[in-house]
Nanobody, 124 residues
Framework: QVQLVESGGGLVQAGGSLRLSCAAS????????MGWFRQAPGKERQFVAA????????YVADSVKGRFTISRDNAESTAYLQMNSLVPEDTAVYYC?????????????????WGQGTQVTVSS
């Protein structure tokens, strides 16, 4: 089992920044591909970014490319999502998730473990 706890969400003005953290406990964090997803009210869950187990490969959705950066610290068992130049359309609950393989990292159905989510609200 892996337990994931997100933090760092909040209310920010458009153009601002936030850094989300995802702290993991349980099984070896360094074995997992980590992903970030988001879900806005009335919309489907959307892929945001993923990072491979050793951090050597990342994949970021086109909608946030150039603004969001995913990273991880395996020594601290934590994944991060740095979000810059936020816009109101980024408003959503953000979830981190863990899976055992990199292939298909943008698909939510391949993730085995999920956090409870953290709310990000961007005001105009």
């Amino acid at each position: 089992q892996v337990q994931l706890v997100e933090s760092g969400g909040g209310l920010v003005q458009a153009g601002g920044s936030l850094r989300l953290s995802c702290a993991a406990s349980g099984r070896a964090f360094s074995r997992f591909t980590m992903g970030w997803f988001r879900q806005a009210p009335g919309k489907e869950r959307q892929f945001v970014a993923a990072i491979s187990d050793n951090g050597g490969t990342t994949y970021v959705a086109d909608s946030v490319k150039g603004r969001f950066t995913i990273s991880r610290d395996n020594a601290e068992s934590t994944a991060y999502l740095q979000m810059n130049s936020l816009v109101p359309e980024d408003t959503a609950v953000y979830y981190c998730a863990a899976r055992s393989t990199w292939l298909g990292a943008s698909r939510s159905d391949g993730y085995d473990y999920w956090g409870q989510g953290t709310q990000v609200t961007v005001s105009s």
